[in-house]
């Protein structure tokens, strides 16, 4: 006996195998990022007074990575609809494009990650606290390209104000030896950048996971197309709708991270 | 009469069906389907894609990690009931492998807290659910809806060999510098955080593989009983087995990915020293640890939760599903109430992922949330007693077999039941307070576990062994295998109540000796004499239990070759489609795809010739 509907949907449920698999993969998903979303808020919630980020991410670059998710959206979609019409080059081109946008996308963000990790904040042992891009940093001083914080509405709150009155701020050279504690914006700098960097790296290794299988589906595994062509359409769906599910999880991911 | 003739009729498919194997080709186009006479020993036994030689293999693997389990949980009994002194049989290997943590045979607090952790670990997510969920639902899910294997046979073969390296990563772990994780299973931080060694990320690497694994099995169980029922096999024609995988299948879908979250931030904090769950002013090892601050170790809580009581119904769901199974075939007459099991496991299934702060009453998460969650945790007990009830109605009036199998499935109802009605204590927040944390909570979920899904489990194993083998399981053995375990099970677990109520606290490797009046006279609120002489008598019946299992060992791998063979496909007259195939099974499972006409449970149906009528037979 042969496993049946692997190609065809069933009758009563109006689905092939693949499909349901990937919906219910998807829903485990959307629980996935739903407690990551969940312990945005919480920790958001439970954090102390002014020390929550706001306006930290770049907006407009958000933007721009938001419209190339859409974009590649738009073009698996239309990939898909070419090949049911038999149009296997308009297929190839979109589908192109989708893969193009995707590592585009994941460019974008390794550049805001690469930002996030030169980015210093400084305390000084009398108490002091500095912020900026590092500009160099030898065994004697540290110069950084920034602010002096007023921290006492805390510090995320102080380097939000300072970056509001002057975006650029000015060349600082600190000490080595006055030097409290140093260290860059990664993930351990406060809860906001440990959520961003989890929510953020595990959307990127979905876009990259699901780029890698649309790349995979056009280039080496077109060959089903030739023998299977139905069942090579299904594999481009299933595909489109995990990816899909990658656009929707940044589409949430936008507005919490960088504008709420 | 009726016997005869269907063995016979059924030998002659046999037939046909390994002369129609060995010649037609099995590989389809698709490519799904690997030639299975054609592989070697590797490709039919190890990355074999056929959903029984892989419900097998996760029955063997996690029957071997239910022995581990125990063994640590023996090391730790000594320990409670005579601490200090030096293990005996194991105390040697210890040292040896251990070292310090087991110097002179004796085991020391760090070693008991790692075997803590370690055995509800290994029994939760690498003996019950796998065995519940990974070798039955294997086995049995796609022969009892009349399908020829599972819908993404690869996929299932990848989710046995996530669910293998999650087993080697956790085994690993004790023998790395500083052992396994010590945190209990539950890994509360910051505790599972600030106890340093590698032990705790070798647990949550491991844990990850164990979700992507069940991850994925529950996705291919899902879409197989969706997309694979055979013609005719309308919904409320399931057997009730497979109801009960279902709901377990969203369960793991559903509760398992935000416990996959959490660990991926437990992980953040212990690699990349986040503060996930590590509150602000946290010292450790008497200093202000180095860190940010500012995350919640109650957030820990609440994702741990969300699965973890939804995981309680995946350890209990099978179990409930295989006795219904076994309870219809040897009363032969249908379950009472099968519309009302369907729809008590369904209600089960959705109310079991809003009752997961009841485990946090005492953690001043406050008392609005306590009386949301102590209510929802009443109204979840209403289709567990439903459902119990109409098994135990199920029993009356019946010609009843009480063959291996059946015994431990009728002794499952009452162990369960004991499991059950002690946790109503527990969802009260008000009682909760006094019995959180003691022995009562130890006994409540293992009269739920051990008498009651263990129990199940192996009635499981005795009931379809002859489908998978074509031999039965010795009925003598097997029934010294269930009247010693009965009695050892009550025996270890009845005492812990009332240690539990005295006052005990889980989780002191001394057993508490340190509390006693004993020790400190005048102790207000100590534990009294009886109460620590208990421990003694509880490891005796552990040992009891132990030696029980012997039989059972010895039947299971003795029947293998020497057990009485089969008279038919179909040994225990039974209705669903699992018993209707050739035995074992061929490769595709079915020579023709059957149609269902009728429900599940036909048994003694007025005016049919045999007692029983399958469900793709007319009477």
């Known amino acids: 006996m042969e496993i049946p509907y692997t190609v065809e949907p069933r009758k009563d449920t109006g689905l092939y195998n693949a499909k349901v698999g990937i919906w219910l993969f998807l829903a485990s998903e959307v629980m996935l990022f739903g407690a990551l979303f969940s312990s945005y808020i919480l920790l958001r919630v439970g954090a102390d007074v002014g020390e929550w980020p706001r306006d930290l991410l770049n907006v407009p670059i958000g933007t721009v990575n938001t419209l190339v998710l859409i974009c590649s959206s738009v073009t698996v979609v239309l990939g898909w609809a070419a090949l049911k019409q038999n149009n296997f080059a308009k297929y190839r081109m979109f589908q192109t494009i989708t893969v193009l946008c995707a590592f585009a996308f994941v460019g974008i963000k390794s550049f805001e990650y690469y930002d996030k990790f030169t980015h210093y904040q400084v305390i000084t042992k009398d108490g002091k606290v500095y912020d900026g891009h590092l500009h160099s940093r030898t065994a004697e001083q540290v110069v950084l390209q920034g602010h002096e914080i007023d921290a006492s509405k805390g510090k995320a709150e102080g380097v939000r104000k300072a970056q509001k009155a002057d975006k650029h701020g000015k060349e600082i050279v600190i000490k080595t030896s006055d030097i409290q504690k140093i260290g860059n914006y990664g993930p351990k700098h406060n809860t906001y950048m440990s959520i961003y960097f989890t929510l953020t790296g595990l959307h990127a290794l979905h876009v990259i996971a699901g780029a890698l299988v649309i790349a995979y589906i056009l280039w080496p595994g077109a060959r089903m197309w030739k023998t299977e062509p139905e069942r090579y359409a299904n594999r481009v769906e299933v595909s489109g709708l995990f990816w899909h599910f990658v656009d929707l999880v940044w589409i949430f991911l936008f507005p919490v991270l960088y504008l709420l | 009469m009726k016997f005869a003739a269907s063995g016979s009729q059924n030998g002659e498919n046999r037939m046909q069906t390994s002369s129609a194997h060995a010649h037609a080709p099995t590989g389809d186009a698709h490519g799904s389907h690997p030639h299975h006479d054609e592989g070697g020993f590797l490709k039919k036994y190890v990355f074999s894609t056929d959903h029984k030689v892989i419900g097998v293999q996760y029955g063997i693997t996690a029957l071997v990690f239910l022995l581990v389990g125990f063994v640590l949980i023996m090391c730790m009994r000594w320990q409670i009931a005579y601490p200090g002194k030096a293990i005996p049989v194991l105390g040697g290997l210890l040292t040896s492998v251990f070292g310090d943590l087991a110097s002179g045979g004796v085991m020391t607090p760090d070693l008991y807290n790692m075997f803590g952790a370690m055995h509800g670990t290994i029994m939760v997510f690498l003996a019950i659910v796998p065995l519940a969920f990974g070798a039955f639902g294997n086995l049995v899910v796609p022969l009892q809806i009349g399908a020829p294997d599972m819908a993404f046979p690869r996929v299932n ?407 009485k063979k089969v008279e038919s496909d179909n040994p225990w007259q039974a209705t669903t489609l699992d018993w209707q195939t050739p035995t074992p099974p061929p490769h595709g499972n079915f020579e023709t795809v059957p149609t269902v006409v009728r429900g599940p449970y036909d048994y003694s149906l007025p005016g049919a010739k045999a007692d029983f009528v399958p469900q793709n037979q007319n009477p």
């Open chain 2, 157 to 563: 073969m990848v989710s046995y060999q996530c669910y293998a390296a999650g087993c080697i990563v956790m085994v690993v772990s004790f023998f790395i510098p500083g052992g396994a994780a010590q945190a209990g299973w539950t890994s509360y931080s910051p505790l599972a955080t600030a106890i340093p060694g590698m032990g705790q990320t070798f647990w949550l690497v491991g844990m990850v593989l164990l979700i992507t694994s069940s991850l994925l099995g529950a996705v291919n169980f899902i879409a197989t009983i969706i997309q694979l029922r055979a013609p005719g096999m309308t919904w409320m024609r399931l057997p009730f087995f497979v109801w009960a995988q279902f709901v377990t299948g969203f369960l793991l879908l559903l509760a398992f990915p935000p416990l996959e979250a959490a660990g991926l931030m437990q992980l953040a904090d212990k690699v990349l020293h986040t503060s996930f769950f590590l509150p602000t002013g946290l010292a450790m090892g008497g200093e202000l640890a180095n860190i940010s601050g500012g995350g919640s170790p109650l957030l820990w809580q609440h994702l741990f939760w969300f699965l973890g009581h939804p995981e309680v119904y995946v350890l209990i769901l099978p179990a409930i599903g295989i006795v219904g199974e076994i309870v219809a075939c040897n009363t032969r007459k249908p379950l009472w109430g099968y519309k009302s099991l369907v729809y008590s496991v369904l209600a089960i299934g959705f109310i079991s992922f809003i009752v997961w702060a009841h485990h946090m009453y005492l953690t001043g998460m406050g008392t609005k949330i306590s009386t949301f969650f102590q209510t929802t945790t009443m109204i979840i007990s209403i289709p567990s007693v439903i459902i119990l009830t109409c098994l135990f109605i199920s029993l009356w009036g019946g010609s009843i077999r009480f063959n291996t199998p059946m015994l431990f499935a009728l002794a499952f109802l009452p162990m369960f039941g004991i499991g059950g009605l002690t946790g109503l204590p527990l969802g009260f927040n008000y009682s909760d307070i006094h019995l959180h944390d003691t022995y009562y909570v130890i006994a409540h979920f293992h009269y739920v576990v051990a008498p009651g899904t263990i129990f199940a489990l192996l009635a499981g194993v005795y009931f379809w062994y002859p489908k998978v083998t074509g031999r039965y399981m010795n009925e003598t053995l097997g029934k010294i295998h269930f009247w010693v375990s009965l009695v050892g099970m009550n025996l270890v677990f009845m005492p812990m109540f009332y240690q539990g109520m005295s006052g005990m606290l889980r989780r002191m490797s001394d057993g508490g000796a340190m509390y006693s009046i004993a020790q400190t006279p005048n102790a207000i609120g100590g534990l009294s004499a009886t109460i620590i002489k208990l421990n003694e008598y509880v490891t005796h019946a552990a040992g009891l239990l132990a030696l029980a299992q012997i039989p059972f060992i010895i039947n299971f791998f003795w029947s293998i070759s020497n057990g």
